[in-house]
T-cell receptor, first 110, second 114 residues
Framework: GEDVEQSLFLSVREGDSSVINCTYT??????LYWYKQEPGAGLQLLTY?????DMKQDQRLTVLLNKKDKHLSLRIADTQTGDSAIYFC??????????FGKGTRLHILP | NAGVTQTPKFQVLKTGQSMTLQCAQD?????MSWYRQDPGMGLRLIHY???????DQGEVPNGYNVSRSTTEDFPLRLLSAAPSQTSVYFC?????????????FGPGTRLLVL
């Protein structure tokens, strides 16, 4: 079945760039998503990329997709304390189910 | 629009009790889903629906039932609660008819089964 993998933790100094990586197994994925979850809150969609795109930029966020390697990354430029959260990668397959990774907890160092 | 609403926010059950988690959306979305979130496990899809009258199983459907009699509502039923069902439950919806549409999440229901 489908599987989405992410590393569980990432620590980054304030002002540096954060890069969160994700791999997925479903080669028929149509969309890939990045969600942010702050403590005690629900999930907020940050950005998404269509499977025929290589890159998408939205202000401080850059998404890179390597479809051949089934690898997705989220780069957050100039990381701020407000970026501290859990980031979830998710894929939408041709059956339209959206499957999530386990989430990467981003910790910002002063 | 209220978006996606879930009730209750919190619930404590004893093993073997039954209950229904309510989810409603007012955006006329076709697709609705239920996820559970457990520490270190991310979000796992329980059941989903692509329209009124249509439901399908996700990754972890056992112990849960769903129905979709209207577009707006997608209740999740626990017939006989077990401690393994202690979790935070999120309902989500999306249009399903447009390219790249966003999936909206409800605020979650925290369930503790003793």
């Amino acid at each position: 079945g489908e599987d989405v993998e992410q590393s569980l933790f990432l620590s980054v100094r304030e002002g540096d760039s954060s890069v969160i990586n994700c791999t997925y197994t479903d080669s028929s994925s149509t969309y890939l998503y990045w969600y942010k979850q702050e403590p005690g809150a629900g999930l907020q969609l940050l950005t998404y990329i269509f499977s025929n795109m290589d890159m998408k930029q939205d202000q401080r966020l850059t998404v890179l997709l390597n479809k051949k390697d089934k690898h997705l990354s989220l780069r957050i430029a100039d990381t701020q304390t407000g970026d501290s959260a859990i980031y979830f990668c998710a894929e939408r397959g041709r059956d339209d189910k959206i499957i999530f990774g386990k989430g990467t907890r981003l910790h910002i160092l002063p | 629009n209220a978006g996606v609403t879930q009730t209750p926010k919190f619930q404590v059950l004893k093993t073997g009790q039954s209950m229904t988690l309510q989810c409603a959306q007012d955006m006329n979305h076709e697709y609705m889903s239920w996820y559970r979130q457990d520490p270190g496990m991310g979000l796992r899809l329980i059941h989903y629906s692509v329209g009124a009258g249509i439901t399908d199983q996700g990754e972890v459907p056992n112990g849960y039932n769903v129905s979709r009699s209207t577009t707006e509502d997608f209740p999740l039923r626990l017939l006989s609660a077990a401690p393994s069902q202690t979790s935070v439950y999120f309902c989500a919806s999306r249009d399903g008819r447009r390219v790249g549409e966003t999936q909206y999440f409800g605020p979650g229901t925290r369930l503790l089964v003793l």
